[in-house]
Nanobody
């Protein structure tokens, strides 16, 4: 079983940046794609960004050009670098990796 622990969320002003981390432990093997999702109250969880084991990335249109997903396989950690944050980015962010979900980390963008 795989455990994922997210960190890096917080309260920031519009235009600021945050970096989320997703640390994996447990029965891990190579070759899994990783993704970040987010969810706000009353809405379905939406895919924000994903990265394959080969490093191919894709992004939701709403974050393209502002967010960057990357991974450090040696550290078993994935990241989501978020820049130029907007109030509409406010959500709980979850990572999905090795068939497991993290517990989520709150990101709040407010002036």
């Amino acid at each position: 079983q795989v455990q994922l622990v997210e960190s890096g969320g917080g309260l920031v002003h519009p235009g600021e940046s945050l970096r989320l981390s997703c640390a994996a432990s447990g029965s891990i093997f190579r070759g899994n794609a990783m993704a970040w999702h987010r969810q706000t109250p009353g809405k379905e969880r939406e895919l924000v960004a994903s990265i394959t084991s080969f490093g191919t990335t894709s992004y939701a249109n709403s974050v393209k050009g502002r967010f960057t997903i990357f991974r450090d396989n040696a550290k078993k950690t994935g990241y989501l670098q978020m820049t130029s944050l907007k109030p509409e980015d406010t959500a709980v962010y979850y990572c999905y990796w090795f068939g497991s979900w993290g517990q989520g980390t709150q990101v709040t963008v407010s002036s």
